[in-house]
């Protein structure tokens, strides 16, 4: 079995050689941004933060999280219209995604949980989560954060 | 930016496939139905455009986020 490679230019992390299983296909882009092609990069099985990266722009690059992993009561809930066009019937096989807007400071760091990015065999997309309380910025590190271990 | 009047019951035409009516004026408000190809993601431009501030804010990450942090409880 040969195990094929593609090449990710990143801007952030030089040039890698990523496995083909690595690529998630975006046939509407991420909202706002576009993009049809990105890699899921992750340093380890169990990273923090994973980092969605595109395979056309080497510039752009989203780090991700596990929504659950800060969050252990959220819920995606998709309009039917929108679960219809993406063909997800339930979530069981499919990963979710939050994007993460950094900031210099743990207590600045904050997860958009009103537009999570499913991805299920190799395709992706950004929906509009319908569930109460999810909103746009919600801190990962309320208070009393940790000091950044970086 | 193109103008056109219409009254509620008339329709625009996106290309072939993406249908816009008007269908009720009431004060300020204004109801319409979109009629779109189920590929096509219909946002609310308001919220379209918070999830576009957020991803181009995330994407303003540096490569050197932390690791192996702690998690809320």
Request: hydrophobic share 45%.
């Amino acid at each position: 079995m040969t195990t094929e490679t593609i090449t990710l230019e990143s801007t952030r992390f030089g040039t890698l050689e990523i496995p083909h299983e690595a690529v998630v296909e975006f046939p509407n882009g991420l909202i706002g941004l576009g993009g049809r092609r990105y890699a899921l990069l992750a340093r380890s099985e169990d990273a923090t933060f994973v980092w969605l990266h595109s395979l056309e722009d080497p510039d752009l690059a989203l780090p991700l999280t596990n929504p659950w992993r800060f969050f252990t009561t959220f819920e995606v809930e998709l309009a039917d219209d929108e679960a219809e066009r993406i063909g997800v019937e339930g979530i069981d096989d499919t990963a979710v995604y939050v994007t993460v807007r950094a900031g210099e400071e743990l207590e600045d760091f904050s997860a958009n949980l009103r537009a999570p990015i499913l991805i299920a065999q190799g395709a992706g997309h950004q929906v509009i989560n319908q569930a109460p309380d999810a909103p746009v910025r919600a801190p990962l590190f309320a208070e009393n954060a940790p000091e950044v271990a970086a | 930016m193109l103008i056109i009047t219409r009254r509620p019951g008339e329709k625009v035409m996106l290309g072939d496939d993406v249908v816009i009516e008007v269908i009720e004026v009431s004060g300020s408000s204004v109801r319409i139905g979109i009629d779109a190809p189920r590929s096509v993601p219909v946002y609310r431009e308001e919220l379209w455009r918070a999830v576009k501030d957020e991803n181009e804010a995330a994407a303003k990450a540096k490569a050197d986020l932390p690791q192996d942090l702690p998690v809320k409880q």
